[in-house]
């Protein structure tokens, strides 16, 4: 038998031996959230660099938090977010070790539980020693910490010539302060506090000799703050917990619900639907759904619009708050280094001591071509959803001087067009971001200004639903204006993008009027706001529903013949569910249903690999018989997008509109995901009213049915 290195065995040395820098696996991390405070952790319930840590307002204000019992790291058991997200939970044991006086405790003694959760600014822990051996003992609980105040940008890997002043540690009893002065102005503190006074307590470990009866429990509760605050207690965390817990049940009741007969199918919606509730903000605005964590926690224009359609038929609610929010920091000027202009709207906000300082843009920036115009389709989604003309009025300034700035934009070559105005700014400023993501077949990265395909799809529909609403505002002329524009649009994208050779739409037309034929799927959203022509719509999805894009577990970015395909890159060759979801929408539209019962049967399925939780995105490999989809290694989890995949497929399975004008629920050609025999929607709001319905497979279709008792109350109108 081979001989261990005694290193292998010292576990001192294994953890100075873990990369703090290496990136971490996100399906193995454990994220929680709420307001703008969220945690991120691995399994253990560790922080220990990389990107995870105790972030607030886009600062890292806990950069290391570690347990070891009896010098030693722990044993995982298990770990588990609870079902509403609040509740951060890791089931531990301990290893091999001596208990204060020398005498040895066997592996598996000692049960540690560590419950974390966050509240109005403050980590809340609760760790939990249960005694399982016939001896009492004495044993040695270490803690340590540190705060790098590191701001979000530098965690990402943005390198600053020069920062603050961070101060010594301050301890007493049971408290320690760690402090950061920031060239911002602005001190930021952690107050890391124990509810019993270690043993021995420096700037960055406390230990505590834990003496634990022969079947007993001891628990020590820690609390990490922007300032110091009473002593750590059961009573705290009790109360912390149930404030949070009723916090997020309040969100989660927001809109209708779905059940289903499947049991598994029922866990994945419940946890998306958890999702997009964590990362739900309430603002002053109305809620507002973050992007994802951890790099992203924050509002995106783009990211907030997206998830607010594919949420809007179950909670139009969300959608309202974020016209609100993105109404209210509209541009009103022109700047440069932040790419704004009048009438623009927002691309991504920061609270961080480098956003206050300018040294990037991204304090308010509004470097997103397609932002605007997906603004304009939101609002104008949700007033057919809704019928909530008086909204519509509030924000109808707002909408015209959006129009303006697309127009602005497109009046050069006809289409809306981007180039960064500044070199901090974002080269790529379509929902594919990256330097790479737009280029043309030989790999030539093109000049701009550049003109994307799927935007001007989405102008289209923006033209298009303004001037439904300016028709029924009674404003002919600008009806009448903004309907050529839509026309003017859908000509001219059918005219320069189509490519006869590939029977694809080019990826964009770079600034020599060259197009990129390149084919992406960036076209799926084409087919989601309806602009090709019947004919080309077909070829295009026969396409993506081919070898060349549908991996098996979802629509690639990037068709796999493409000269810079890559199925690990973020952008070319990778899955990111949010756009298979579009693309799904797509395709139901153009009558493709039953393709779109695969997607969403392969996104189910790459869900429940990634335990009921979709990231940002995944590796784009082809599907092999008995392997799981590949983790893309530094993807947020969880994304709000990638969650409200679940909801804009399963509308598309379903094919469900509301009439909120009419006050009626249309349902075209309805199926039902694969296994499943029944799905009720419960408290639908129609209009004023809420109803329940339910479709149900009978034999080789399926049937749409409201509730007894509310048949009658809104007109359900079923086309097969």
Not at 54 to 77: A, C, K, M
Not at 131 to 136: A, I
Not at 225 to 253: H, Q
Request: glycine residues 8%; neutral net charge.
């Amino acid at each position: 038998m081979a001989q261990l290195d005694e290193r292998q065995l010292d576990p001192a040395v294994a953890l100075a031996s873990l990369d703090a820098t290496a990136p971490r696996e996100p399906h193995r991390l454990f994220a929680l959230k709420q307001g703008d405070c969220f945690a991120v952790s691995d399994a253990y319930g560790d922080i220990r660099g990389a990107g995870d840590g105790f972030f607030r307002d886009d600062t890292r204000v806990l950069s290391e938090f570690r347990l070891t019992v009896g010098d030693r790291q722990t044993s995982l058991l298990g770990a588990s977010l609870s079902q509403d997200n609040v509740l951060f939970t890791a089931n531990l044991t301990n290893l091999p070790m001596q208990s204060v006086r020398g005498r040895d405790i066997p592996q598996g003694a000692i049960h540690i539980e560590r419950v974390r959760l966050l509240w109005q600014d403050r980590l809340f822990e609760r760790i939990t020693l249960s005694n399982y051996s016939q001896e009492h003992s004495t044993i040695r609980v270490s803690l340590y910490f540190a705060a790098d105040f590191r701001d979000m940008f530098e965690v990402r890997g943005s390198t600053r010539l020069k920062r603050g002043m961070a101060h010594a540690a301050k301890t007493d009893a049971t408290c320690v302060l760690l402090r950061y002065d920031g060239l911002d102005g602005l001190a930021r503190m952690s107050a890391i506090s124990f509810s019993q006074a270690p043993d021995h307590l420096t700037g960055d470990r406390a230990d505590f000799l834990i003496a634990v009866t022969r079947r007993s429990s001891k628990v020590l509760y820690v609390e990490v703050g922007p300032e110091m605050a009473e002593t750590p207690n059961r009573d705290r965390f009790r109360a912390a917990a149930a404030r949070a817990r009723f916090g997020m049940r309040a969100k989660r009741r927001h809109g209708a619900t779905m059940h289903s007969s499947g049991r598994v199918f029922n866990d994945w919606v419940e946890r998306a639907r958890a999702d997009v509730a964590l990362l739900t903000t309430e603002l002053t605005t109305g809620p507002y759904p973050y992007a994802g964590i951890p790099w992203f926690s924050t509002a995106f224009g783009r990211d907030g619009v997206i998830s607010a359609l594919q949420m809007l038929w179950l909670n139009p609610g969300l959608a309202r708050g974020v016209l609100a929010f993105l109404a209210q920091h509209q541009a009103t000027e022109t700047s440069p280094f932040s790419d704004s202009q009048p009438g623009k709207i927002m691309h991504e906000t920061r609270k961080g001591e480098m956003a206050a300082l300018r040294e990037l843009p991204f304090g308010r920036y509004y470097g997103g071509v397609d932002t605007t115009p997906l603004y304009i389709h939101l609002a104008c989604a949700y007033a057919d959803r809704t019928g909530d003309m008086a909204f519509v009025d509030s924000q109808w300034p707002s909408l015209c001087a959006a129009a303006e700035w697309i127009e602005e934009a497109s009046r050069p070559t006809g289409f809306v067009t981007y180039q960064r105005a500044a070199e901090t700014g974002l080269a790529n400023q379509g929902w594919k971001d990256s330097g790479d993501s737009v280029f043309h077949a030989d790999g030539r990265i093109p000049k701009g200004p550049i003109a994307l395909v799927e935007v001007q799809g989405y102008a289209f529909a923006a033209f298009r639903g303004l001037a439904a609403l300016a028709r029924r505002r009674g404003e002919i002329d600008r009806a009448d204006h903004w309907e050529s524009s839509a026309e003017a649009m859908r000509a001219a994208v059918e005219r320069h993008f189509w490519l006869d050779d590939l029977g694809f739409y080019a990826l964009a037309i770079d600034g020599a009027g060259e197009p990129c034929k390149v084919r992406t799927s960036n076209v799926g959203h084409l087919l989601y706001v309806g602009l090709p022509a019947p004919a080309r719509a077909q070829m295009v999805a026969d396409q993506l529903l081919s070898a060349s894009f549908h991996s098996g577990w979802g629509l690639r970015t990037l068709a796999d013949d493409a000269v810079f395909f890559n199925p690990m890159s973020y952008h070319n060759g990778s899955i990111w569910p949010h756009d298979t979801a579009i693309c799904g929408a797509g395709l139901a539209r153009f009558g493709e249903r039953e393709s779109v019962i695969r997607l969403m049967s392969s996104t189910f399925e790459s869900a429940v690999h990634f335990n009921m939780r979709l990231p940002e995105l995944f590796c784009g490999f082809t599907r092999a018989p008995g392997e799981a989809p590949i983790a893309y290694p530094v993807a947020c989890l969880p994304q709000a997008w990638s969650a409200g995949s679940a909801f804009m497929l399963m509308q598309a399975c379903l094919g469900l509109e509301i009439d909120g004008w009419d006050g009626e629920i249309h349902v075209t050609r309805p199926r039902l995901p694969i296994g499943i025999d029944t799905l009720t929607l419960r408290h639908l709001g129609v209009g004023t009213r809420k109803v329940d319905l339910t479709f149900q497979r009978v034999g080789d279709r399926v049937v749409a049915f409201l509730a007894e008792r509310h048949e009658g109350l809104v007109p359900l109108v079923v086309r097969t």
